[in-house]
C-alpha cells in the first residue's frame, strides 16, 4: 500500500511516525517543499528573548532515517482527489491513501507590495532575517501588521529587543478589526492592552497597512511612518494547491473534513488544513490538535486497510495562552484564566516538551535562561 503524506511538520511527522510504527507493510513517503521542520512556536521568543533560531529546524531527512519512510524534498503542484494522484514538480505520484498535513503560510491577501517589502515568521530564515536587520538597526519605527497570537508576541519581544539593546524605537500594531486578538475573552484583551501600554507599544485599530514605500509606510486615516520596519502577522492560509481543490473549505482554505478526519475514503486532511467541527464550534489552529489529529489520521489509514471500524477524532484541549515577553502573560488552561509568569512558564514547558530533539531541545532551554523567562 502507498501513503502519501503532505507536509512535515507537527501533523505529517506525527502521522509519518504512527505509520512506520504500524507494523503493516507501507510504503510510507513525505513530500515538502521544505528540508526541514521548523519549530514555530518559539519563533517570536527569538527577536526578543535571544533563543537561538538555529536549533529550532529539524531536518526531516533526519526523521526519514529513524522513522523508515522516504522522503521527497519537492513542492506540491496540485492534487488529483479522482486519480489519486499527487503533481510534485511536474511529476506524478499515485497513492492508495494520503494524508493532507501541509499545515499555513502567511496571508498577504494578494498584497504585493507588502509581500514583497515586509518581514515575516514563518520559518528559522525569517527570524535570522529579522534578527540581522535589528541587529543592524537604522529603524524609527517597528510596524506589526495584525493583532492576533503572533503580531502581540512580535511586538512584546520587540520592546524587549529594543531596550536591552539600547536602540529607540516607535512599536506600532496595526489591526484591520475593530480590537486585537479577534474572538478571544474581553478580560484577556484588556489584560494584553494594558501590558502593550506599559511596553509603550501603541495599537490602531479599525486601521491597515495600504502601502510600503522605501522604509516609508502609509497606513489607513492618512498616517505615515518614516524609517520603518514592518512585519506582517495578519493572518494565514493554506498553500496554493490546496486553495484550487474544488471541496468545502473555510476562508483561510481550511478544508472541511469528517468526524475521522476524511475528506474522502482515501484522503485524510490534519493539523492546519484541516477544518474540524467540534461541538457545535470548529477547532482553531494549534500544535496539540496537530500532533493528535496526525496520529488519528494515521491509525484510521491502517484501520482502513484492516478493513476494521474507524476512530472519531476526539479533541483534548488544554487551552491556549497569549505568551508576552515581559512575562505578563496570559491564558485560558484546564479551563482556568491565568496571568502573569505562570502562563509564560507553561508555554516554555509546553514547547520543550513539543520539541523535536535534545538540539532543539536544549536550544530552547539555553534560550529561556538567556533572556530570564
Known amino acids: 500500500m502507498k501513503v502519501l503524506i503532505i507536509g512535515g511538520g507537527f501533523g505529517g511527522l506525527s502521522a509519518a511516525y504512527r505509520l512506520a510504527k504500524s507494523g503493516r507493510d507501507l510504503e510510507i513517503t513525505l513530500i515538502d517543499k521544505k528540508a526541514v521542520s521548523d519549530f514555530l512556536p518559539v519563533m517570536p521568543d527569538c527577536l526578543g528573548r535571544g533563543i537561538n533560531p538555529e536549533p529550532l529546524s529539524y531536518r526531516i531527512e533526519e526523521a526519514a532515517k529513524s522513522y523508515g519512510f522516504a522522503f521527497i524534498n ?13 503533481l510534485v514538480a511536474g511529476e506524478a505520484f499515485n497513492y492508495d491513501y494520503l494524508i493532507v498535513a501541509c499545515g499555513s503560510e502567511t496571508n498577504f491577501y494578494g498584497n504585493e507590495n507588502i509581500r ?22 537604522g529603524f524609527e519605527n517597528f510596524i506589526i501588521g495584525g493583532g492576533g497570537y503572533t503580531g502581540i508576541e512580535v511586538a512584546t519581544n520587540l520592546r524587549i529587543f529594543l531596550d536591552r539593546s539600547g536602540q ?18 474581553q478580560w484577556m484583551k484588556d489584560y494584553v492592552g494594558l501590558n502593550l501600554q506599559k511596553l509603550r507599544v501603541e495599537v490602531l485599530a479599525n486601521s491597515a497597512i495600504e502601502k510600503i514605500e522605501g522604509g516609508r509606510v502609509y497606513a489607513a486615516q492618512g498616517k505615515v511612518f518614516e524609517r520603518s520596519m514592518v512585519i506582517w502577522a495578519a493572518g494565514v492560509k493554506t498553500p496554493v494547491f490546496i486553495q484550487a481543490l474544488a471541496v468545502e473549505k473555510n476562508p483561510q482554505g481550511r478544508i472541511k473534513v469528517d468526524e475521522f478526519l476524511r475528506l474522502n475514503n482515501n484522503c485524510f486532511v490534519a493539523g492546519d488544513a484541516a477544518y474540524f467541527g467540534y461541538e457545535n464550534a470548529f477547532l482553531r489552529m494549534a500544535v496539540q490538535f496537530a500532533i493528535t489529529q496526525g496520529d488519528c489520521a494515521a491509525r484510521n489509514i491502517v484501520r482502513s486497510i484492516k478493513g476494521s471500524p474507524l476512530i472519531k477524532y476526539k479533541p483534548v484541549d488544554f487551552g491556549y495562552i497569549i505568551p508576552m515577553a515581559n512575562n505578563r502573560s496570559c491564558g485560558k488552561v484546564f479551563g482556568m484564566n491565568l496571568k502573569g509568569f505562570l502562563p509564560t512558564m507553561l508555554h516554555f514547558l ?24
Open 116 to 137: 514583497q517589502n515586509a518581514y515575516k515568521l514563518d520559518e528559522v530564515e525569517d527570524a535570522k532575517k529579522i534578527i540581522g536587520a535589528l541587529k543592524k538597526g
Open 168 to 185: 529607540e524605537g516607535k512599536i506600532t500594531v496595526i489591526e484591520r478589526a475593530p480590537s486585537i486578538l479577534g474572538p478571544l475573552p
Open 74 to 86: 519537492k513542492e506540491v503542484t496540485s492534487l488529483n482527489l479522482d486519480k489519486k494522484e499527487v
Open 350 to 373: 509546553m514547547c520543550i516538551y513539543r520539541s523535536s530533539g535534545l538540539k532543539n531541545k536544549t536550544g530552547i532551554i539555553n534560550g529561556i535562561l538567556k533572556g530570564g523567562a
